[in-house]
């Protein structure tokens, strides 16, 4: 389980501008990222994997699997409200050189917490690999609640959740009765340093793709107890997070990345372009 904690990235996926998929920028990111990053998040929604087709994620995986030039553990992400599809699809991905998957909760049709501890426990079964629950009620319409967590948590093949409902309550439940072994990292890259303070172990972020140091720095000192540290690298994001989801992620962040010189910024409709005033937000907030 110690794969898992520190920071996990949730990588972009780089585009040219015709939309087709840029490997010599997902190298250099790759690069970049390895260099405070403790694992790569693969096919994340950051990854624009609801607008990827299975063959791209297909190459996109094998291809951060070559290029993990420090053998970085790697998350895939496979999930879905199709729970026989989801079912389908890990049976038929080759998840050689995968250590975990990230599952998202069901989305869109907004199921029971039985039916999303049911889903998930489908998953848990099928996957041959560690399964770690994701739950970000802001896109799915539902949230995965800390009671439905810690049932899911005494699976053997369940080892964590990336939560980001943004509610540190909850959070503060699943870590006062998780099992020992559970992992609870933060989905929000603001809030890692609270559930830290509590339990947590770690983040899957965002903005590791951009500050991958400040990161290693935050997580290394919140780990170690030094939580005023820890705020110091934390406070440097704090104005540059929220331009990020303005206009959707990784709309932001491929802009913010685009100004550092490691991928262009196109993203995949609906998702559009950044406008005019959230580039001249982000210029100006850019570290």
């Given at each position: 389980?110690?794969?898992f904690t520190g920071t996990g990235v949730a990588l972009v996926t780089p585009l040219?501008?015709?939309?087709k998929i840029d490997f010599p920028s997902l190298k250099k990111l790759l690069n970049h990222t390895a260099?405070?990053?403790?694992y790569f998040v693969v096919m994340g929604?950051?990854?624009?994997?609801?607008?990827?087709?299975?063959?791209?994620k297909k190459e996109i995986l094998q291809f951060v699997i070559k290029h993990n030039r420090k053998k970085l553990p790697v998350v895939y992400g496979i999930g879905g409200n199709n729970t026989a599809a989801v079912l389908e699809e890990i049976k038929t991905a080759n998840l050689k050189g995968v250590d975990a998957l990230l599952s998202v909760s069901p989305y869109y049709n907004k199921p029971s917490q039985e039916g999303i501890f049911l889903h998930f426990q489908k998953v848990a079964n099928a996957s041959p690999v560690p399964v770690i629950l994701y739950n970000v009620p802001g896109r799915t319409s539902s949230n995965l609640t800390a009671s439905t967590t810690l049932r899911l948590a005494r699976h053997k093949n369940i080892i964590g959740i990336k939560e980001a409902s943004g509610n540190l309550e909850q959070c503060m439940k699943?870590?006062?009765e998780k099992p020992k072994d559970f992992l609870l990292i933060s989905g929000d890259d603001l809030l890692t340093i609270a559930l830290y303070s509590v339990g947590g172990q770690g983040v899957i972020s965002?903005?590791?793709n951009a500050y991958p140091v400040i990161f290693k720095k935050m997580t290394e000192h919140a780990s170690s107890g030094n939580f005023a540290k820890a705020a110091s690298e934390v406070f440097k994001l704090l104005d540059i997070n929220g331009p990020m989801y303005e206009e959707g992620n990784p709309t932001g962040v491929k802009y913010l990345l685009s100004l550092m010189g490691i991928c262009q910024p196109p993203v995949r409709l609906p998702l559009a372009k950044p406008s005019v005033e959230l580039k001249r937000k982000i210029e100006k907030l850019k570290l």
């Open positions: 389980m110690r794969n040219h501008d015709d939309g260099k405070g990053v403790d929604t950051t990854g624009e994997s609801a607008t990827l087709s299975k063959e791209e699943i870590a006062k965002v903005l590791a």
